[in-house]
């Protein structure tokens, strides 16, 4: 048997190799980002996901050069997910901004760019943007966030690159059966943003019985149940002690039964939300700590 481990990888679409767990920095400040993302290189972790949205690609850039340092590793052991700015989208203005988030991140490419979220009328043009970076080999790949099947399928009928990931909320309460089954049948990895629920599923019961049977956590449990059903997922902490308990699921298994229990306990919600939140803000307003204010103010949103 292959051992498993934070280094295992599935292959994108494009060839490319992409790790399948890694740490997401969502409502995590510049501080906690450096942090957080150091410690995680130190403790193994490959894939780091952040966003200019998040507004701390500065504290997330340091923490991988600190990672990097203390590790001895090369950058391209690792794989650094960021994101189009929902006002940065547009032909002209993804790429000209994406020089803003490499800048911050203190790196001449990253692995996987993605759009935060399908803005109406624009994100044909940020694709066709992303497509040159890509060509360009700005990006090793690229793909997308929080699109539903009819955006996606109205992206693959205009692209000439296919997206590699399509990233959605997606935990044991909210699992996306018509985006998943979409993205599979056509070859598109699903990932898996707030994989705990944002807390939520933690605390369910089924889960809790799970979680006791194998001695584990609850976040343990629900993150083995996305590495059994084969998405990516990418769970936040800003605590080094949880971010090493969030990768120490290679030594347990669930059983069929126990995934098809998880699988039961789906509520059915829709995700796309995105008019709701504050894409002016870093972070969508939700953290006013130290976080990054852009030195390219943010383009016209269109709501
Ligand atoms: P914290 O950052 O204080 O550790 P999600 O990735 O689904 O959005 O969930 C993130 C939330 O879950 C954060 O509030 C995070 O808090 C918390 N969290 C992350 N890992 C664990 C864990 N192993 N046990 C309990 N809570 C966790």
């Given at each position: 048997m292959v051992e498993e481990s934070l280094e295992t990888t599935v292959r994108l679409n494009n060839g490319v190799e992409m790790?399948?767990?890694?740490?997401?920095?969502?409502?995590?400040?510049?501080t906690n980002a450096k942090e957080s993302v150091s410690s995680a290189i130190q403790q193994g972790y490959r894939l780091i996901d952040t966003a200019k949205q998040y507004g701390n690609e500065t504290g997330v850039g340091e923490g991988i050069r600190e990672g990097l340092e203390k590790t001895g590793l090369d950058r391209k052991d690792l794989f650094i997910t960021t994101k189009v700015f929902n006002g940065?989208?547009?032909?002209?203005?993804?790429?000209?901004?994406?020089?803003?988030?490499?800048?911050?991140?203190?790196l001449d490419y990253v692995d996987l760019l993605l759009i935060h979220w399908p803005v109406d009328g624009k994100y044909l043009d940020t694709w066709k943007a992303m497509e040159k970076l890509y060509h360009d080999g700005k990006v090793r790949a690229i793909g997308v966030s929080n699109f539903d099947v009819e955006r996606l399928q109205n992206l693959l009928d205009h692209a000439e690159?296919?997206?590699?990931?399509?990233?959605?909320?997606?935990?044991p309460l909210q699992q996306e059966k018509e985006i998943l089954n979409?993205?599979?049948?056509?070859?598109?990895?699903?990932?898996?943003?707030?994989?705990?629920?944002?807390?939520?599923?933690?605390?369910?019961?089924?889960?809790?019985?799970?979680?006791?049977?194998?001695?584990?956590?609850?976040?343990?449990?629900?993150?083995?149940w996305d590495w059994q059903r084969g998405i990516v997922t990418i769970p936040k902490s800003a605590h080094p002690e949880r971010i090493a308990q969030n990768s120490d699921i290679f030594d347990f298994s669930l059983s069929d039964d126990e995934v098809q229990a998880i699988n039961d306990l789906d509520e059915n919600k829709a995700s796309i939300w995105y008019q709701d939140f504050g894409w002016y803000e870093p972070n969508g307003g939700v953290d006013t700590g130290s976080v990054?204010?852009?030195?390219?103010?943010?383009?016209?949103?269109?709501?």
């Open positions: 790790p399948r767990l890694g740490l997401g920095v969502w409502k995590t400040n510049n940065d989208q547009g032909y002209q203005s993804t790429l000209d901004k994406f020089e803003g988030s490499l800048k911050r991140l203190q690159v296919k997206p590699v990931i399509n990233q959605m909320e997606f935990n979409f993205a599979q049948e056509q070859g598109i990895q699903l990932e898996a943003w707030s994989p705990l629920g944002g807390g939520a599923a933690l605390n369910n019961p089924t889960i809790q019985k799970i979680a006791d049977a194998h001695n584990k956590s609850t976040a343990q449990v629900i993150i083995r990054d204010k852009w030195d390219d103010s943010p383009a016209d949103y269109d709501k």
